[in-house]
């Protein structure tokens, strides 16, 4: 006979109270068993000492005889420090599916031709700008040339009055 050390659903309607229960792996799960070692209200908060009861000296013995316990269960047992329990480790567990990374592909190229597009805009209007001011400040080097070369005529017309 096959023993399993797991939880036994009681409580009401969205109020879970689970039994840690030593039970027959082959018997339903709020069915018959052999023992009740503990309780679990996981409404209680996490630091509650009410969270988990266990009677360890039962679980040590059920596990000496071979029970096997649930993943949550080997949890507590963990905690109460009579099993080690290794982390399990599933690095693709939070990785999206296929359609998730097709969309997200979709939208960092949009958001990239964005950029693109908002940048190629922003070197319009900085050259636009430039030829403003360069336009702005054309006409005043213009005056400054077109007086100087005045006066030049005036200083040449005037030498060439003296001289003659």
Not at 14 to 26: L, M, Q
Not at 37 to 64: F, H, K, S
Not at 78 to 98: F, I, M, S, W
Request: hydrophobic share 50%; glycine share 8%.
């Amino acid at each position: 006979m096959a023993i399993a050390i797991r939880l036994a659903r009681g409580g009401m309607k969205k109020r879970p109270f689970y039994r840690i229960v030593v039970a027959d792996s082959r018997a339903p799960r709020d069915g018959k068993f052999l023992e009740k070692i503990g309780t679990y209200n996981p409404l209680l908060p996490r630091d509650d000492a009410g969270r988990v009861t266990l009677d360890t000296e039962r679980a040590a013995y059920w596990l000496g005889v071979g029970a096997q316990p649930t993943d949550r269960v080997a949890r507590f047992l963990d905690a109460a420090g009579l099993r080690t329990r290794a982390a399990k480790v599933n690095p693709q567990k939070g990785e999206p599916g296929a359609k998730a990374k097709e969309r997200l592909e979709m939208a960092a190229q949009k958001a990239a031709e964005a950029a693109e597009a908002a940048a190629a805009a922003e070197a319009e209007a900085a050259e636009a700008a430039a030829a403003a001011a360069e336009a702005a400040a054309a006409p005043a080097e213009e005056v400054a040339v077109e007086e100087a070369a005045v006066e030049e005529a005036a200083a040449d017309a005037g030498e060439g009055d003296k001289a003659e």
